[in-house]
Each structure stands twice: as structure tokens, then as C-alpha cells.
């Protein structure tokens, strides 16, 4: 599904990013793209996070977290499920966390999103997988290929469509 982000949203999405990334200076993002910056990588995890939030139309507020965000949550849905939200900076690259721990997944689904193809700031929210999904098709990768760069993953085509996550969440909770 695709998000649409107007040129004033990205605006508010930059800014919150640098509101964020000000406030965890000198902690560093754990890059796999290591030629961009930590305040992009902070834009594009906002711009994830955000898209999800106006996709089930909830406000959206940002949590600046001076050391990262310690794997809480991104968001609750109605249902009071949490969410996860995975923005990769390139279409068809996988959930990924940031260690072998399987632990690093603490929601009940997590939703991967991608740069859609219609805009320069649209995202593709690409579909969404439960806790029990993820660990059952979860594998290492080392993307970095360096010590210490394994990461669980799982591929896209283990998501389910946000369709059926969006009937299920407003159905569950009207």
C-alpha cells in the first residue's frame, strides 16, 4: 500500500529527525549502509513510522530517545497489538534487526515499508508479519560482512498483504 508524504510532512518528518538525532549525539545509528549519514537514516525510520501511523489514521507523536529506542514499540494499534515498523532505504530488502537476538522483535507484528515508486517522499508500506512468523523465518544475514554484522532477516515475500492487517485491526476494534 502506498503512503503518499507531502512536501510539508517531509518537512515535519526532517525536523523531527534532527530533533532526534541532536538528542542521541554521539550514539550512532548500526548502519548496513554505511555511505549514509545517521540523521537520513533517523529520516527514514521517522518517515516509516510515520507513514504506518497515518495508514490506520492515528496521530502520530515522536518519542525522542537520547540511546535509541531500546526496541519498544513504534506505535499500538485499536487492537492493542504493538508495532515494530522496519523502513529499508531500498524496495526489496528484507526485516531486518539489529542483532541475532531475537529477542531485539518485542511487538506483537512487525511492518516493513520501502520507498514506493510514485514519489520521491511516498512510502510502500509492504506488508506486515507476526512475532511467531518472524521467528519461524527469520535467518542470519551479514549484510556488512564483517564480525559482529549478523542480523536476523526475514525476506519480503513472508509478509502478509496490510489489507488483511487494516480489515482485521478496524473489524477487531469497532
Not at 75 to 96: A, D, H, N
Request: hydrophobic share 35%.
Amino acid at each position: 500500500m502506498i503512503v503518499p508524504i507531502t512536501e510539508g510532512e517531509a518537512w515535519q518528518i526532517w525536523k523531527w529527525a534532527r530533533e532526534r538525532q541532536s538528542r542521541k549525539k554521539p550514539h550512532t545509528s548500526k548502519k548496513i549502509v554505511t555511505y549514509r549519514d545517521d540523521l537520513s537514516i533517523h529520516y527514514d525510520g521517522i518517515k516509516g513510522e510515520y507513514a504506518v501511523h497515518k495508514l490506520f489514521c492515528l496521530p502520530y507523536h515522536p518519542r525522542p530517545r537520547e540511546s535509541g529506542d531500546k526496541n519498544a514499540p513504534d506505535l499500538w494499534l485499536p487492537t492493542g497489538e504493538s508495532v515494530q515498523v522496519k523502513y529499508r532505504s531500498k524496495r526489496g530488502w528484507q526485516f531486518l534487526l539489529t542483532s541475532t537476538d531475537p529477542d531485539e522483535f518485542t511487538a506483537d507484528i512487525g511492518i516493513l515499508c520501502w520507498p514506493a515508486e510514485t514519489g520521491p517522499e511516498d512510502v510502500e508500506v509492504v506488508g506486515w508479519i507476526s512475532r511467531d512468523d518472524f521467528l519461524r523465518h527469520a535467518v542470519t544475514v551479514n549484510h556488512i560482512n564483517k564480525p559482529g554484522g549478523e542480523r536476523l532477516a526475514v525476506d519480503p515475500d513472508h509478509f502478509h498483504p496490510m489489507q488483511e492487517l487494516l480489515i482485521r485491526v478496524y473489524r477487531d476494534a469497532a
